[in-house]
């Protein structure tokens, strides 16, 4: 099936996503596989990067969360992680009049003053530029762990605790989410795992409590939007229960359709 035609099929079924995760993984093998250096995987993902942000937009998407630097990454060889902090702030300075113009609002999740300076006022620079667009939010998870997010979390409401704007009693699941990165953001309807590992790495953990994964062998690099349709397509193809029995679902949908 062609691009055009699965798009087209996708679209008829309606039910998409509003909230689309994506663990970027495989850059360094697809590099290692074209005998070239392990950034110009990094480099080539941008193009699949660019390629997904436009196809959300279509989709009428409205989140779209990127797993871009992990807090491990920085235990990487120094001079990738040099090169991959440049290929950030150039390629932020590069995409963010195209985004503008797409209506794109761009958010960190993470630690961003771990970034080295020009990188940080880089995405702060372009944070700013593009916080009062209503289109599509992308999430981009820069010097991110979410085991980091929920521990400071947990700190957060320890310390409220303490002074006494919080009884422990008060402490509820919708509290925690309330004070994680995602405070305003809706949970992941689908997750999307490219190069074919079957891990979470450290991404967030307590927000994929109930989403949908979708794993593929493509590398990162190779992911575009025929693969991401496909993606799309096969999560309008599960029945989400959330824990309930498919008569408790089918049920509801013939109550909401009558």
């Known amino acids: 099936m062609d691009e055009e035609e699965l798009k087209q099929r996708i679209q008829n079924c309606g039910n998409f996503p509003g909230h689309v995760a994506i663990i970027m993984d495989g850059n360094g093998r697809w590099a290692k596989r074209q005998a070239l250096p392990r950034v110009e995987g990094h480099r080539e993902g941008i193009n699949s990067v660019r390629e997904i942000v436009r196809a959300c937009g279509e989709l009428d998407i409205k989140y779209l969360t990127l797993y871009t630097f992990s807090t491990e990454n920085w235990n990487r060889p120094r001079g990738e992680v040099t090169a991959l902090m440049r290929l950030l702030l150039k ?74 704007e919080i009884d422990p009693d008060d402490i509820t699941e ?10 305003d953001i809706a949970d992941p309807d689908l997750l999307i795992r490219t190069s074919g590992e079957l891990r979470i790495s450290n991404f967030l953990l307590w927000q994929l409590a109930y989403t949908e994964i979708y794993v593929t062998d493509v590398l990162w690099p190779d992911f575009r939007r025929h693969e991401f349709f496909e993606a799309i397509e096969n999560y309008q193809n599960r029945e989400r229960r959330f824990g309930k029995v498919s008569e408790q679902i089918q049920s509801k949908k013939s109550l909401v359709q009558s």
């Open 91 to 164: 390629t932020i300075r590069s995409e963010v009049n195209d985004l503008n113009k797409n209506n794109v609002r761009l958010k960190v999740l993470g630690n961003l003053h771990d970034l080295p300076l020009p990188a940080r006022k880089g995405m702060e620079g372009a944070m700013a530029r593009l916080r009062n667009n209503t289109g599509l939010t992308l999430n981009l998870a820069i010097s991110y762990s979410s085991r980091s997010e929920i521990t400071e979390a947990a700190k957060k409401i320890a310390r409220g605790v303490q002074s006494g």
């Open 174 to 183: 919708d509290l925690i989410s309330k004070n994680l990165y995602t405070a």
